[in-house]
């Protein structure tokens, strides 16, 4: 029987992953560690896909825990639970390009180090599943390779760096012998059939800064955005391509970059975020030094145009991801990533229709 310890419930990914995981296997359950505070979304999540998936119901549990903790704030009952844990999907992280570093430290660090703790108490453990960014890359110039990690690079910021050096003690403790997987994502936006997405960050400030303007929009554009690439991805993608490699038992060892092979370049894809909006673009050049200045010394500005000061570094993004390893093993699965262009206009529809959704960071 499966016994999985899943972290990230109830977020953005870990929602609609855990479901499929568990759809492998009709004797498989799963036991999700959840921060006190999300812990009633927790229990509604539960009830809810119990409802929606019969098959699923009393598959899943959760008890909560906290990552940042020696012991995932679970105490004595740690030992007990490690005894027949055959995986864990590690997922929970803070993502906020704007985190302080202890912050960033604390969950995404350390947390990380104490999953791989429990992982190597765990007797029967198959696999770790170990959910990072594509951004561990930092500013690295040219072509990062699935392979690469410790290439001196520079980092745009706290976010980027913690999960960096998480994946380095990911990587260490696999050389030591824990059975683990990777999964890299790019930068990734809501459903390619239905726009849902839990959080406006990445492209979606550039689509709400267009639906709040009349025909024609002003749109500040920095030197390289001809040139410089953004990577989306959809979170269907994801999902499916962890879904499917998790299952594969020769990707055990692996680094899987989970990234558009061929991604717009910042100039199309405003273009093509207008097209969806049925707006116009004004460009304006202006230099990063001078817009992250406004952004943050501006009264208003950053609130207004929904942009951190931190984003402005993903708009000149000097690195391109290669996606070999992911290619090679979804051979044959038919997933793969499709155009930003296809689904653009499902992002914008659930926009305009859902005004509430948050901008804050996600942990």
Known sequence: MSRIFFTGIPGFLGSELLPRILSRSDDATAICLVQSHFADRARRWVEELELSEPMLRGRVSFVEGDITRADLGLGASLRRMASDVTSIFHLAAIYDLGVRRE???????????????????????ERLHYVSTCYVSGRHPGIFAEADLERGQAFNNY???????AEVEVRAAARDGVPVTTYRPAIVVGDSGTGETQKYDGPYPLIRWMLRNRRRVPMPEMQGAAESRINLVPRDFVIEAIAYLSALPHTTGRTYQLADPDPLTVSEAVTTIAE??????????????????ALRT??????????????????????HYSVQHATTDLQGSRISVPPFRDYVDRLVAFVRAHPEVATGPLA
Request: proline share 7%; net charge positive; hydrophobic share 40%.
């Open 103 to 125: 912050v960033g430290m604390r969950v995404n660090l350390y947390g990380t180090r104490h999953l791989l703790e429990f992982a190597s108490a765990c007797p029967v453990l």
């Open 159 to 165: 976010y980027e760096e913690t999960k960096y050096l």
């Open 298 to 319: 501006v009264p208003g500005l950053a609130r207004l145009t929904g942009i951190q000061p931190e984003a402005l570094d993903y708009f000149d993004h000097p690195t």
């Open 276 to 293: 969806a909006t049925g707006r116009e673009v004004l460009r304006i050049p202006v230099r990063k030094s001078i817009a992250r200045r």
